[in-house]
């Protein structure tokens, strides 16, 4: 039986509205932050991890803005709002560039299914968004 794996991102949005992005040093893809869900971690504390790990900022976690399911890989991301604490931003082992962009600069640079997360977070709707895609494009709910 096909197993799901779980995944934890960070929208970290300083005060001027900037938004956190790495590079991807994989696949060179621009996207929030994040990575595997530890299985001893709470969500929150293993978006706060990853993002700490990947970019060297420190965060609070505010709330879970969506859930994003990737129907080819059987990946399902829960992805938090969180604000910068402290730290300065460094490139990791998995991240070859680490930025703090505007929302239309996030928009050009990322896939459709990494901008929407970022969009997302940003919606003042409290309600967390489910969303599935592809790996490359959202898919239509039924």
């Keep these: 039986m096909p197993l799901h794996s779980v995944s934890?991102?960070?929208?970290?949005?300083?005060d001027d509205g900037r938004v956190l992005?790495?590079?991807?040093?994989?696949?060179?893809?621009?996207?929030?932050?994040?990575g595997v869900l530890e299985l001893d971690e709470r969500p929150?504390?293993?978006a706060v991890r990853e993002v700490l790990e990947e970019t060297g900022i420190e965060v609070s976690v505010e709330r879970l803005t969506g859930v994003y399911k990737n129907m080819s890989r059987?990946?399902?991301?829960?992805?938090?709002?969180?604000?910068?604490?402290?730290?300065v931003e460094r490139t990791s082992s998995e991240s070859?560039?680490?930025?703090?962009?505007?929302?239309?600069?996030?928009?050009?640079?990322?896939?459709?299914?990494y901008a929407v997360?970022?969009?997302?977070?940003?919606?003042?709707?409290?309600?967390p968004?489910?969303?599935?895609?592809?790996?490359?494009q959202l898919l239509e709910s039924v």
């Design 96 to 113: 070859t560039a680490v930025r703090w962009l505007t929302l239309e600069e996030a928009g050009e640079v990322m896939g459709e299914v």
């Design 8 to 14: 934890v991102a960070g929208v970290v949005v300083r």
């Design 74 to 87: 059987g990946v399902v991301a829960l992805v938090f709002l969180c604000r910068p604490v402290a730290g």
């Design 21 to 34: 992005v790495i590079q991807r040093a994989d696949n060179g893809t621009w996207e929030p932050p994040g």
């Design 129 to 136: 968004y489910v969303r599935s895609h592809d790996g490359h």
């Design 44 to 46: 929150e504390d293993g």
């Design 117 to 127: 997360r970022v969009l997302d977070a940003l919606d003042a709707t409290l309600t």
